[in-house]
Nanobody, 126 residues
C-alpha cells in the first residue's frame, strides 16, 4: 500500500506560481509512474502531467504544457508539480497518483492509477 499526501495548494492571483508536493509513504515510489490530475467543480477529472520512475519520461496535457513542470525526488519519496503563469481556469482540486503498471507508464493520461491522494485545492483569482 502507498499513501499519498498532497500539499502546497492555496489561493493565488492570475500569473502567480505555486509548487505542489506529493509525499508518499508506506513503500517506495522509486519504481512507480507518478501523475497529477485535477478536477474542477462540475467537471470530469483531467490529466495534467506524469513522470516515469527515472524521471526521464514526462507527459503533459496541452492545457498546461510550457507552464507546469513535473519532477520527482525518489530519495525523499516525493513528486512535485511546479505551476507557473497560473490562470483562473487552473482552479481545481489537484490529485497525485501512483502506479507500477507498464500500461500506466505508456499511457498515464488514461488515469488507471492504483493509488490516489486526497487532493489539494488550488484557486486562481483573476
Amino acid at each position: 500500500q502507498v499513501q499519498l499526501v498532497e500539499s502546497g495548494g492555496g489561493v493565488v492571483q492570475a500569473g502567480d506560481s505555486l509548487r505542489l508536493s506529493c509525499a508518499a509513504s508506506g513503500r517506495t515510489i522509486s519504481r512507480s509512474t507518478m501523475g497529477w490530475f485535477r478536477q474542477a467543480p462540475g467537471k470530469e477529472r483531467e490529466f495534467i502531467a506524469a513522470i516515469g520512475w527515472s524521471g526521464s519520461r514526462t507527459y503533459y496535457a496541452d492545457s498546461v504544457k510550457g507552464r507546469f513542470t513535473i519532477s520527482r525526488d525518489n530519495a525523499v519519496n516525493t513528486v512535485y508539480l511546479q505551476m507557473n503563469k497560473l490562470k483562473p481556469e487552473d482552479t481545481a482540486v489537484y490529485y497525485c497518483a501512483a502506479d507500477n503498471k507498464m500500461s500506466t507508464l505508456l499511457r498515464p493520461m488514461d488515469g488507471k492509477f492504483d493509488y490516489w491522494g486526497q487532493g489539494t485545492q488550488v484557486t486562481v483569482s483573476s
